[in-house]
């Protein structure tokens, strides 16, 4: 079992920056992808970046490629996403994922999440 708390949302001008913080419990968090997610109302949940469980290698959706940063501190059981040059179409509740051994790029195939943590950037 992984459990998943989201941290560091606020309210942010457009340009801002916002850390957001994911602090995993459980045991062999290790062998777990880690990937951030976003929904915005009336819309779908969209993957945002992923963490690999085997090498720390990361991805990103197009949209935030080059503005966001996805690590992960396996010894302290987090994962952050550092988001800079942020926009208004930003603006969600950011979720936390986990995918045992797989991509976590997927909602589908994530088995655990955190509760979110709203991100709002007014322009």
């Known amino acids: 079992q992984v459990q998943l708390v989201e941290s560091g949302g606020g309210l942010v001008q457009a340009g801002g920056s916002l850390r957001l913080s994911c602090a995993a419990s459980g045991r062999s968090f290790g062998t777990y992808s880690v990937g951030w997610f976003r929904q915005a109302p009336g819309k779908e949940r969209e993957f945002v970046a992923a963490?690999?469980?085997?090498?720390?290698?990361?991805y990103y959706a197009d949209s935030v490629k080059g503005r966001f940063t996805i690590s992960r501190d396996n010894a302290k059981n987090m994962v952050y996403l550092q988001m800079n040059s942020l926009k208004p179409e930003d603006t969600a509740v950011y979720y936390c994922?986990?995918?045992?051994?797989?991509?976590?790029?997927?909602?589908?195939?994530?088995?655990?999440w955190g509760q979110g943590t709203q991100v709002t950037v007014s322009s």
């Open positions: 994922a986990a995918e045992r051994w797989g991509r976590a790029d997927n909602s589908r195939r994530c088995d655990y």
């Open positions: 963490i690999s469980w085997s090498d720390g290698s990361p």
